[in-house]
């Protein structure tokens, strides 16, 4: 039996895809650095995988998967995620033909073949990883910050919550050496779990809605539209 949300670990997630060919786009760039952050406070680990080689991109996220299934049932943060970090993920995964324990439930429509701008997919209404929940931390402080004017760029909120961000041209990460892009993705995976945390409540609401949503489907019969099984198809 899954443990009640309000006791699940949170885990930060965040990936750098490659901005030499755009990385905007998974038709075009692979994902050179994922990092995964736990609650250091509590004992939680941080694992940062770098590939600045294409060839490497399948053992990074071979690694990616294995790690996560080693890791105490929890909740994966991310910043845009639902949009951005874990369709891309899933898309690249079925380019390099690794075998994942993602699940994204729809809807999750995927960029036809020739667009090569942002955003590449619709929202994602749920997704698991393994025996994880996911919850879009951008959705609560977007709610929080609705009539205001104020950014809700990841570094922005960082900012205004007080909290040190390792700041590069995102446009030029490919540049980056190794210490410096281990660095810069740490450091996103890291505020988006402290972030996440500072609202925990409302991420606990967001992942039990999201669970109740599923059950209704599979209530009124079958998988919720969009679910993947077994192996990621692009």
């Known amino acids: ?3 009640p949300a309000g006791s699940l670990p949170l885990y930060g997630l965040d990936i750098e895809t490659d901005t030499s060919r755009g990385g905007l786009s998974p038709l075009r760039a692979g994902i050179i650095a994922v990092a995964v952050c736990g609650d250091p406070a509590a004992g939680g680990s941080e694992k940062v995988l770098v590939s600045q080689n294409p060839r490497g991109e399948s053992d990074l996220l071979a690694q990616l998967d294995q790690h996560l299934a080693s890791l105490e049932p929890g ?3 991310t910043w845009n995620g639902a949009r951005f970090d874990l369709p891309f ?7 390099c033909g690794v075998a994942m324990g993602l699940h994204i439930e729809g ?8 667009s090569l701008r942002a955003p590449l997919f619709s ?3 749920v997704a698991r990883w393994h025996h994880h929940a996911h919850a879009d931390a951008i959705g609560i402080y977007r709610r929080l910050a609705r009539g ?7 570094k922005e909120v960082a900012r205004r919550s007080g909290i040190d961000a390792v700041r590069e041209v995102p446009t030029r990460v490919h540049l980056l050496d190794e210490g410096r892009l281990r660095r810069y993705v740490a450091s996103d995976a890291r505020i988006t779990r402290v972030l996440a945390e500072m609202q925990s409540a409302s991420v606990i609401a967001m992942v039990e809605r999201a669970s109740s949503s599923t059950r ?9 539209p969009g679910l993947s099984t077994g192996r990621t198809q692009p």
């Open 1 to 3: 039996m899954q443990p």
């Open 75 to 77: 909740i994966l943060i």
């Open 89 to 95: 993920l899933h898309y690249r995964a079925a380019v």
């Open 107 to 114: 809807p999750c429509r995927q960029t036809s073949g020739t």
């Open 123 to 125: 929202q994602a209404k």
């Open 148 to 154: 205001t004017g104020m950014s809700c760029a990841l």
């Open 216 to 224: 209704g489907h599979r209530a009124r019969g079958g998988n919720p």
